[in-house]
């Protein structure tokens, strides 16, 4: 099996009819780069750098976080490097930032509402990222967005660290990319809005799945209701790759549902062009997307959507995709 999937290392992800799906890589430190690149994976979707700032004792330089994120640039070659601005709170908690603790952290004072609110946090990673630009393809991407008023606050704090940069003698890129997770269900919901002002969306279904449904993602009492192929859910991914797609940029995933063979034909089926993963996962991703055509994903797609229980559209998928994969 292994040798299997070694061949499929160097071969494009796309159907037999010609569509091109991106595959690329989650990562939690540059040094896993290297390592997602011999499972094939064209770049990262996923850079979580809340790990950089757990890594560390006290908040990490804007120098230390440049070099971390031009490391994972260059790992990528020509290939893309999603970073995404720090994810902290939630299940991640960082001492030094002395949250008080809360009733509910996954409803609280996390990720970019932490940013937002601490420039001095915020800014200095903005411009290790735009630095970090120079040395390939960067993107920068900020997580649990609810609302257009945060990412036009975010476009802000952008321009003012390319002011910054500027006035300090740094050389920067003005290419990188600027993207939103999709991870609530607010901003699915009002994606034809979020659309106007970023250059893609990246669904994170581990917390839409969670905020949807009101389902722990860590609770393994009611794991069984934590069903990506929920129809809510499925309505709520559908309706954000609509959103991109009208709007002319790109739609990718890097929740674990981007892992699922059977979910990346629907994804397909939807018009996503990008998934990332563990970095393990991406051959079998890829087997199955080789193994079918648009046509077929988008009339499994079409099924799928009339069905009303989750548990049933994954039955039917792995009926009609079996030994696909
Ligand atoms: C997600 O929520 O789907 C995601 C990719 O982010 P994280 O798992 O780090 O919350
Ligand atoms: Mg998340």
Known sequence: LAAHYAALKDLPAVTKDGVRIELTANIGTHMDVDNALTYG??????????????????????????????????????????????????????????????????????????SLDRHDLFLPQIKAILRAGLYGKAAMMVPMVISVSEIQRVLKLVEQAKVELAHEGKEYSDD??????????????????????????????????????????GNA?????????????????????????????????????????????????????ELSMSAPS?????????????????ELLADVMKMEHGVEIRAYLHKMLEGSD
């Not at 908040?59 to 970073?83: L, M, N, T, W």
Request: aromatic share 8%; proline share 6%; net charge negative.
């Open 176 to 217: 990188v990319q600027i993207g939103i997770m999709v991870e609530t269900p607010a901003a699915a919901v009002v994606s034809p809005l979020l659309s106007q002002y970023v250059d893609f969306f990246s669904i994170g279904t581990n917390d839409l799945i969670q905020y949807t449904l009101a389902v722990d993602r």
């Open 282 to 298: 991406i051959p079998r991703v890829k087997e199955m997307i080789r193994s079918v055509t648009s046509t077929q994903a988008k």
């Open 41 to 114: 994976a064209e770049g990262v979707g996923l850079f979580r750098s809340e790990f950089v700032f757990m890594g560390s004792t006290t908040i990490p330089s804007e120098e230390d976080q440049f070099k971390a994120y031009r490391a994972a640039v260059e790992k990528c070659g020509g290939h893309i490097c999603v970073i995404r601005t720090m994810d902290i709170g939630g299940d991640k908690p960082l001492p030094y930032l002395n949250i008080d603790p809360e009733e509910n952290p996954f409803l609280g004072y996390r990720a970019l509402r932490i």
């Open 221 to 273: 009492q009611i794991a069984n209701l934590y069903n990506p192929f929920n129809p809510a859910v499925l309505r709520l991914i559908q309706r954000t790759i609509q959103s991109a797609r009208e709007r002319g940029i790109w739609a990718g995933m890097c929740g674990e549902m981007a892992s699922d063979p059977y979910a990346a034909v629907i994804l397909l089926g939807m018009g996503i062009t």
